[in-house]
Structure formats: C-alpha cells, structure tokens
C-alpha cells in the first residue's frame, strides 16, 4: 500500500481490541441496560441516538469543535441549539429524553443555559401566575433566556452582589441598576450574545431597606432585531481555555425598569405600596443552584465515562516495547503502571454512575416537598448536593487528566478527544459553587449534625453514623482477604469520617473555649474542615456504590465484576489516603502492606474485562469524538484521516510562505552567495 492510502479505515474492528471482547466475562448488553436504566431505556436513547445522527450537521458539529475556529464554533454552537430546540418541540420530548440527547451532543451549546438555568428558575422561583406567563413563553422558544448571578466582584458570596433592584411605588416598577465596576454580571453563559431574556439575581431595596438577593425577569435584546434594549449593555466576555460552544458574558444594567410582576415572587413578596414579605427563607432563592449541582455531578459521569472509554480502547490497541523478550511487543494495557492509571478512573465512573443515581432519586423526591411549601428537607439536600458535585468534580477532573497523559503524546492531540475533555471538565469543579466553598458547606451541616447528636438527637439521613453508638472500634481487617469485604471497607469509610468529623469539632470548640472568636476558630480550622467533608462525602459515595452492587438484579457474571471494581474503588481510595487512616487508626501498617497487595492484584483481577467494561457505557463514536477512542479500534488510520480535516492542510503551501517565508529563503540563499 502506498503511504498516500494509508488514510483508509479497515471495515474490520482492530484484532487486538476484539481479543479484550471475546475474554469478557460477561454480556456488554446486560451492563448497559443496567447503566441506562433498563433495557427499554436504552432502546430509547438508541432511537434518539439514530434520530439525531441521521442529521449531517450533528454529524458535522464535532469536527467543526475540534478544526473550526472560534467564531465558526459559535456559529455551529447556535444552529446546535436551535435545532435541538426544534426537535425538542416536534418530538414533544421529556425532560428524561431531552437530558439524554444533550448527554449523547456534547453538553456545551450556544443557548444551553435556556433548559439548564433560565427554565427551572422559573419552574422553582415563580409563582403559578407567573409561570403562565413566563414559562409558556420560555418552552415554546418565544424568548431564550440565561440565569446571570455572578458579578466581576462576587461569584461565590451572593450576599456581596451589588447589581441592585430598587423598587418605585410611585409606577410600580423596580429599577436595575450596576453601581460600580464590580457590580457587572460577569461569567453568565449564553449572556454574551445568544440570550435575548435573563434572570437577573439583584439585591431588592424596599422603602429603603436592603432584602438580600432577588430573581427578575430582564429583558436584554429586541426580540425584533436582536440589539441590546436601551440601558443594556451586554457582550462576551473573551476567550476561554475550554467550552467554546456557550458565549459567557457581561452585563451593565443602567436604570432599566422593569414591571413589579418581573419579580419572581414564589418565595418573597414585594406588594404595589413596596411592603416586603418573606413567605420562605431566602435560600429557597438558591434552589436552581441545587438542581445544577445533581446535574454537573452526572455530568462528571459523562466525562470520566467518556475519557476512560478512550483511554482504555487506545491502551489495547497500542503497542509499545517488549514485556517479553521473546514475544511482539506489548499492548499498552498488559503494563501494571498503565492499569493503575486508568482503572482508577474507571472505578470512579461507576462509583459516580451509582452515586448519582440515589442522589438524583433523593433529590426528586425532597424536590416534590419542597415546591409544596415543606423545607424541612433543604438543608440535607444542600448538603448531600454540594457534597456530590464537589466529590464528583474534584475526582473526575483528576483522574480525566491522569487518563489523557496515559495517551502519551496522541492524548495531546485535538483529534484524540480527551485534550479538550481536560478543558471542558476543568471549569466544572469552580461552577455552581466552587468546590472548596461547597466542602465548606457541608462541613458546616456536618458540625451541626455532630452537636444535635452529641445531645442525644437521632440522627437521620447522611449523616446518621454521628449519632451511631460507637463501641470501640476495632479494625475488620484480620486478613487480606478480609480486606476485600465491601462492608468492612465501608465501615472502615465511615469510622475514618467519623473520627476526622469529631477531631475538628474537638478543635474547633477547644480554640473558641480559650478565647477566639468563633470565625476565627472556624478560619483556623478550615483545612481540617474540608478534609472532614471529603472523609465524609467519600464514605457517602463508597456506601453508595457498595449498595448498589449489593442489590443489583444482575447475572453473577455481571455481579462478580462489579464487585471486584467497586473493591478496588474503595481500596484504592484507602491507599491514596493512607495517612488520614493511619492517623485515624481505622487501620495499621499491617492492614496497608495488604490493602496495597489487594489493590495490585485488583488491576490484574479486572485487567481482562477492561475493555467491556467500557464498551458497556455504549458511546456512539459520533459522541465520543476521538481518533484513539473508536469503537473498532483503528486508532492510527482514523488520527491519519484526521489530518484531512485540518484548514492547515488545505493548501499545499500555506499563505504565509508568501509574506514572510519565501522572501527569507530568498534573502538567505542570496546572502550565501
Ligand atoms: C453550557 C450550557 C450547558 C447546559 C447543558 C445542559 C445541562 C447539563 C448539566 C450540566 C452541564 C454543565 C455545564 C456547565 C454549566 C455551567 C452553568 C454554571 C452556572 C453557574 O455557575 S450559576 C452561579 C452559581 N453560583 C454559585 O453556586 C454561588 C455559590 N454560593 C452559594 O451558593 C452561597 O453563597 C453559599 C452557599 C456559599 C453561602 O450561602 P449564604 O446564604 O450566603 O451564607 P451562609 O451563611 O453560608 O448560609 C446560610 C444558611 O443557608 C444554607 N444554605 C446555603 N446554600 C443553600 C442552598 N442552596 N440550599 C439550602 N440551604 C442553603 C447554609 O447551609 C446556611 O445554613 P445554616 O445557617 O448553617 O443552617
Ligand atoms: C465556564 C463558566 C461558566 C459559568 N456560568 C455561569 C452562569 O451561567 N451564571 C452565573 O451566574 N455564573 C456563572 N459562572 C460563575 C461561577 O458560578 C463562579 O465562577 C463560581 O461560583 C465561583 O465564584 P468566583 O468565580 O467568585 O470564585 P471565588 O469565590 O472568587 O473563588 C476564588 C478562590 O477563593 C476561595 N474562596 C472564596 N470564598 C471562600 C470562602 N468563603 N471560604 C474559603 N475559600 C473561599 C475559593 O475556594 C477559590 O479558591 C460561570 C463560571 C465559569 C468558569
């Protein structure tokens, strides 16, 4: 064959990737049944899979993301957006069918924030007259509209926003206003140029009194002509390292009046004479925060689910040196050291996968009580949000990155898909709540939670190992084999938290016994802080994944591997924590010299059904976007075609040979002379 045929891609899928398929021990399809949710779940998001890909520019919207330039992306990013609307519409789907399609086309699309933010603001933040009128519009795509709360100055304290919202009885309206540079909404996604309405988060000024923050309904641009309304000005924000596809924007709000009904008045009220009324507390306002933070944590599944898809394809099909002098050289996948560096994340996505499925149940159903009007569930529901897309963020966004260098050098590359996976996944552990600050918070429930039950409450929910009557504890391990009991590693999850969580409450309370204030004492201790919620948000996810393996109506096949990863995910968790368990005395030196033996036989234990395991998440290659990641495995013809797609190739000699080369050359050659 000529070098020049050598894009061609084989019909046939890479031998050494079909050799990883027929040793799997168990049926793919029985695993992505159970991962969709049942068998008739993934024949629907088959059927959405085969609607939206029979579309070319669905297609094409990959490519134009990977080769195109920024501009070109966000124009591809809006037609994205409106025909995924259109076929929304048409389809009349579910919220279900929707969030399947957005997993399948890359989340990221000009007016994503419209289903993301601007609808369930409204569906959690109005009233029911408001949402005749609001909502309808908004779902029949009369107007598109974001949700723009962070400002230049504030993203994380919402008690500092600025942008104001002063209400004038006079005319009843409310006036919005930026006072000061800071005050600018900054970071809003689809603000800069897609949206044409927005919920504005203001502080409400009453009669001459501060309320706290407040949504409004703003409109930003003519729904005739597209340009900013007087008083608005609105633009992009400028280029980013990732997550080209949404406009993130600014906005300066001048004097801009709106009417009193354009504030969203489910939770507070403000009456035509500017009397304000709370009907709830004023982080029922947070709630559409809540809804994101299950949402960014699925989300993290999507990524590490997709990442350690292509990671672990490439790894069985590259070849690279001799693990026996005497054999072909080695796939990748055959190296311990490559193991430890995907089947940590592979783990991870399972964990993740069962993790946030409870949360996502948990959430519906507080979710139910709270719009009637019952809070009593909010704040466990903070937490155990907050807790998940911390947890979930923060690992993923580690392990992505571990698993793209595993790629060597093609993991660099555009074409392999996990670069730009690195950079989409890497502003997930800042949004929605920065990660420290959502640690944070979940480090203040858990103080709460141990002073109610050291005052003898029973304690329910997430947190119900604080009140547990603890005898004194004595390891589960006696043997390495001991070591691979799911229940004892999740006893050995929730003593280590249980004894982290009472050491910095110890703390906390001796340094304000003797003298300091309580913020300070609290500022003292907030590293200590944030280690207690990760001691209890791992334990949480570790419990979590060991449930779900325990009750799985699976084939023993299935179960037996499930097992094996949902060991290794907590072993592995333990080893790379093992000074936090030391010092816990959750176990000794003699229980880690096991553990790190069980983990190494772990890799070697799910070493063969690697790649079914993520053949199992079923990733359309359209989806999935790489050049080493492919179903069949032809990793080099596909990164050699990719070559074809690149505007640098288009031409023989570039431009640039003209202007600037040529004359060079030519000046270098003469001066030889
Ligand atoms: C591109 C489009 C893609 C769309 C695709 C479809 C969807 C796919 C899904 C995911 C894809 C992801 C793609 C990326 C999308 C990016 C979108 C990003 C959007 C944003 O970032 S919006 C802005 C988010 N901003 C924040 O999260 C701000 C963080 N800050 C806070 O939440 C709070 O200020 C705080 C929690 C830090 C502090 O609260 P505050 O009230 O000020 O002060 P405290 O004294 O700490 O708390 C008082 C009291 O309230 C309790 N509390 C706090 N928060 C809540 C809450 N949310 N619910 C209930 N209770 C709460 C707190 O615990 C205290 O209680 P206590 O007094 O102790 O009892
Ligand atoms: C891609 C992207 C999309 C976004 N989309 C939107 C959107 O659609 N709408 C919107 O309104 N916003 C959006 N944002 C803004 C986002 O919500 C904020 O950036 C985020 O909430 C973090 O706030 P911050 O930027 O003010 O960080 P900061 O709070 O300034 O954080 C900086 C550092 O300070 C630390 N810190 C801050 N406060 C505390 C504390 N109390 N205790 C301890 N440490 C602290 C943090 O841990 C962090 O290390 C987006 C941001 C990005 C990057």
Not at 394 to 416: D, N
Not at 499 to 513: A, E, F, L, Y
Request: hydrophobic share 35%; net charge neutral; proline share 3%.
């Amino acid at each position: 064959m000529s070098y020049l045929e050598f894009g061609a891609i084989p019909l046939q899928v890479n031998p050494d990737l079909q050799e990883e398929r027929d040793q799997a021990s168990f049926h793919v399809t029985e695993l992505t049944h159970i991962i969709d949710g049942g068998a008739e779940k993934t024949q629907l998001r088959k059927r959405l899979e085969k609607l939206i890909y029979s579309d070319p520019d669905f297609r094409r919207f990959p490519d134009v993301r990977t080769f195109g330039t920024k501009s070109e992306f966000y124009g591809a990013s809006v037609l994205k957006s409106i025909k995924l609307f259109q076929l929304r519409k048409e389809h009349q789907w579910t919220d279900e069918e929707s969030d399947i399609v957005h997993s399948l086309v890359d989340h990221g699309h000009a007016l994503g924030l419209h289903h993301a933010m601007f609808i369930p603001a409204l569906e959690r933040l109005a009233t029911d007259e408001q949402k005749a009128k609001w909502l309808t519009i908004a779902k029949q795509y009369k107007i598109l509209g974001t949700y723009a709360q962070t400002e230049l100055g504030h993203g994380t304290y919402l008690q500092g926003l600025e942008t104001t919202a002063t209400y004038d009885p006079g005319t009843q309206e409310f006036i919005l206003n930026t006072p000061t540079i800071s005050a600018m909404k900054w970071w809003p996604g689809s603000l800069g140029k897609s949206s044409n309405y927005a919920i504005v988060l203001a502080t409400l000024i009453t009669r001459g009194k501060r309320h706290g923050m407040h949504p409004f309904v703003v409109q930003l641009r003519s729904l005739e002509d597209h340009q900013p309304l007087p008083g608005i000005k609105v633009g992009e924000i400028g280029a980013k390292m990732g997550t080209l596809s949404t406009d993130n924007g600014y906005l300066i709000l001048n004097n801009i009046r709106i009417l009193r009904e354009n504030m969203l008045m489910k939770n507070a009220q403000v009456s035509p004479d500017g009397t304000f009324t709370a009907s709830a507390p004023n982080q029922a306002n947070y709630a559409t925060m809540v809804l994101l933070r299950v949402r960014i944590s699925e989300f993290a599944y999507t990524n590490i689910s997709k990442a350690v898809t292509i990671g672990i394809r490439y790894s069985a099909v590259r070849r690279q040196s001799k693990l026996d002098p005497e054999e072909k050289e080695a796939k990748i996948l055959e190296y311990q050291t490559q193991q430890y560096k995907l089947f940590p994340g592979l783990a991870l996505a399972y964990a993740i996968l069962f993790s946030t499925k409870l949360l996502k149940k948990k959430y519906r159903e507080a979710q139910t009580e709270i719009m009637k009007g019952n809070l009593q569930s909010l704040p466990e529901l903070h937490c155990e949000t907050s807790g998940s897309k911390a947890f979930c963020t923060e690992h993923m966004l580690k392990e992505v990155e571990i698993i793209r260098q595993s790629c060597g050098g093609h993991g660099y590359l555009a074409a392999s898909g996990i670069g730009m996976m690195t950079s989409s996944s890497a502003p997930l552990v800042t949004v929605e709540g920065e990660n420290t600050v959502m640690y944070l918070q979940v480090a203040r429930y858990l103080l709460k939670r141990f002073s109610n039950a050291k005052s003898g409450e029973q304690i329910e929910g997430c947190t119900s190992y604080l009140s547990m009557n603890h005898a004194p504890y004595l390891c589960p391990f006696l043997s390495e084999k001991d070591c691979r009991n799911l229940s004892s590693l999740c006893d050995v999850y929730r003593y280590r938290a249980f004894i982290v969580i009472s050491r910095v409450v110890r703390t906390v309370q001796t340094d304000i016994k003797d003298g300091l204030p309580q913020h300070d004492a609290f500022n003292k201790n907030l590293v200590h802080l944030v280690r207690a919620a990760r001691a209890h948000c791992y334990f949480n996810v570790v419990k979590d994944f060991a449930e779900a393996v325990k009750e799985l109506d699976a084939s023993i096949q299935i179960c037996t591997v499930l097992i094996s990863l949902c060991c290794f995910f907590a072993v592995h968790g333990i080893v790379e924590n093992s000074g936090d368990f030391l010092q816990t005395q959750t176990i000794g030196v003699e229980q880690l010299k096991w553990l790190k033996n069980l983990q190494t036989s772990l890799l070697a234990e799910i070493r063969p059904n690697a790649v079914a395991l993520v053949d199992a998440f079923d990733y359309h290659d359209i989806t999935l976007t790489s050049a080493l990641g492919s179903y069949d495995g032809n990793a080099y013809e596909r990164l050699y075609q990719s070559t074809e797609k690149d505007s640098m190739n288009s031409q023989e000699v570039h431009s640039s040979y003209h202007t600037y080369l040529k004359p060079f050359i030519q000046e270098m050659n003469k001066a030889k002379l």
